[in-house]
């Protein structure tokens, strides 16, 4: 985009508001946006990858693995698409063991468990309700009679919902997400601690919307803003064990949360406003999360890792 005359290159189409400010604070229409996803929504949280236009990238054919993960055994809550595939497919190059907790997207968790089990991993799936003590029980249990120990932990699942006004959100809603969102961290975590070892690795993914505070998202901040708090304290907490904890902050992804939370012409707008210009791809933040999983981190603990395209520097 440049300075002075920046809409989207669409043929005189519907603009969908994409507006660009310049320094001296005027709105100008953006002519030279790409739009990249077109209007689409899903009416059920959690979203489905498979039926997302375009699909979401989430496998980068150049990466190179070192076997970083090798032998460990990683539980990834949401692993079945977006950020939690990426991750999934990422640790599995570097030779781990995957358990991928989801709610009901049967479909992409199978295709997910396909790739990794052509990799020649191991991939179990377990699928349940994550707000449920009971199955976050579960969740633990059956890694540890399937695979025998838990070296890393990531929290990534989540719901979110778009309202306008804090008078549109039911207390049923708010209710809803900081269970899911922040409610099940603390179940399976808490889960999961006793089987931790020194030199495991704890990841929580909170959001860029807790640091720019999204007005149409005021629960799903709330909540991603209590999973910094979390981290922090338990990172402090288990740091004389040599277990880290960290969290990744993603800006605006391609996952399959923006068409099953945004109203339908939101959605060619995604990342229009970050610096890069664009929404990222599950693929390139997967990285972040075996950095922060492999022994390459291991003086790295209680940090927030912000990926969005230079949207928020924080």
């Known amino acids: ?39 689409q929504h899903q009416d059920e949280q959690p979203g489905k990858e498979y039926l997302m236009i375009p699909r979401p990238i989430f496998n980068n054919p150049y990466y190179r693995a070192a076997g970083k993960l090798m032998g460990k055994v990683a539980i990834i809550t949401g ?31 199978e295709e997910t468990k396909e790739i990794i089990e052509k990799m020649g ?15 976050c029980e579960e969740i633990v249990s059956k890694t540890i009679e399937t695979f025998g ?21 039911t ?13 099940s961290m603390f179940f399976l975590t808490k889960n999961a601690l006793k089987y931790l070892r020194p030199g495991a690795s704890i990841i929580n993914v909170t959001s860029i919307t ?42 605006v992804f391609w996952t399959p949360i923006q068409p099953s939370c945004w109203e339908a012409e939101k959605i060619p707008t995604l990342g229009s406003d970050a610096p890069m210009g664009r929404a990222g791809h599950p693929y390139e933040i997967a990285p972040i999360f ?13 940090q927030v890792i912000h990926v969005n395209g230079g949207e928020y520097k924080g």
Do not use: W
């Open 1 to 39: 985009m440049n300075n002075d005359y920046c809409a989207p290159n669409n043929n005189g189409k519907n603009d969908y508001g994409l507006k660009y400010i310049d320094y001296q604070g005027y709105g100008k229409i953006c002519k030279d946006y790409k739009i990249e996803f077109p209007p």
């Open 79 to 109: 692993g079945d698409s977006g950020i939690g595939r990426a991750t999934a497919v990422g640790f599995a190059k570097e030779g781990a063991s995957i358990v991928i907790v989801y709610y009901n997207e049967h479909e992409d968790a």
């Open 121 to 135: 991993r191991k991939c179990l799936l377990l699928s349940g309700d994550i707000k449920d003590t009971k199955f």
């Open 149 to 169: 120990k838990i070296d890393v932990l990531i929290n990534n699942a989540g719901v979110q919902y778009q309202q306008k006004s804090l008078l549109d959100i």
């Open 171 to 183: 207390e049923e809603q708010f209710d809803l997400t900081m269970k899911t969102n922040i409610y």
């Open 210 to 251: 807790t640091f720019k505070g999204e007005p149409q998202l005021i629960d799903y901040v709330t909540s991603k803003g209590a999973i910094v708090g979390f981290t922090r304290a338990l990172a402090t907490n288990l740091a004389k064990n040599n277990i880290r904890v960290n969290a990744v902050s993603p800006g």
């Open 290 to 302: 075996i950095y922060l999983a492999s022994d390459d981190s291991s003086y790295v603990t209680g």
